[in-house]
């Protein structure tokens, strides 16, 4: 159980598109789900966090207008990046927390990211 | 603020030895969760282990096992007998309880694991 898939694994595009990648929580209902991003040997930085039917709650630095989320449901949330350039060239991950009802912490579920390359 | 240092930023072992990954957190809440999460090479993130703060007691997972040690702020993580196969980067991440909504995990900077015949 708890499997996350991302789409596409991997996208190569021209800089000025915009792409859109999606996750989605397989087999569990995701009421949060967050977006990171991972340059080469480091570490994960929170993009953002993505609630089911609200708008989605960026962390400081994160460019709202750049970086468009929608959680339009419980299973599924997407991440577009708007007018690519080089150097949003990254490793974009995503993650979905299972929804347990009851106080504590939802262990987050990765998916198996999405390697944006911008030429 | 929460923080997690992993300071081993490299560990090359060679198979079948025993390997410990340090985890030391840092955090003003009271409840709070660890986690260890794996990366191979394909990228995923694979989930391993999540313990709360309440809970002390070490776990064993085959030859994964964990110490959880609340007077240090630790949680560190050892591979016995490890196996090429366990090549990877290794996160220690640290969560907040949440109260309604899912808590944001602070990740350590990772220790890349290189085992070798």
């Known amino acids: 159980g708890a499997v996350v898939s991302q789409h596409p694994s991997r996208v190569i595009c021209k800089s000025g598109t915009s792409v859109k990648i999606e996750c989605r929580s397989l087999d569990f209902q995701a009421t949060t789900m967050f977006w990171y991003r991972q340059f080469p040997k480091k570490s994960l930085m929170l993009m953002a966090t993505?609630?089911?039917?609200?708008?989605?709650?960026?962390e400081q630095g994160v460019e709202k207008d750049k970086f468009l989320i929608n959680h339009a449901s419980l299973t599924l949330s997407t991440l577009t990046v708007t007018s690519a350039h080089p150097e949003d060239s990254s490793f974009y991950i995503c993650s979905a927390s299972e929804t347990s009802g009851s106080v504590g912490t939802d262990t987050q579920y990765f998916g198996p990211g999405t390697r944006l390359t911008v030429l | 603020a929460q923080k997690v240092t992993q300071a081993q930023t490299e560990i090359s072992v060679v198979e079948k030895e025993d390997v410990t990954l340090d985890c030391v957190y840092e955090?003003?809440?009271?409840?709070?969760?660890l986690f260890w999460y794996k990366q191979p090479p394909s990228g995923e993130l694979v989930f391993l282990i999540r313990?709360?703060?309440?809970?002390?007691q070490n776990e064993i997972s085959g030859r994964y096992s964990w110490n959880f040690q609340k007077s240090t702020s630790s949680f560190n993580f050892t591979i016995t007998a490890s196996q090429v196969v366990d090549s990877a980067v290794y996160f220690c991440?640290?969560?907040?309880?949440?109260?309604?909504?899912?808590?944001?995990?602070?990740f350590g900077t990772g220790t890349r694991l290189q085992v070798t015949l």
């Open positions: 313990r709360n703060s309440f809970d002390e």
């Open positions: 991440a640290l969560s907040e309880a949440y109260t309604g909504t899912a808590s944001k995990l602070t």
């Open positions: 955090t003003r809440d009271t409840t709070y969760y």
């Open positions: 993505s609630n089911e039917g609200s708008k989605a709650t960026y």
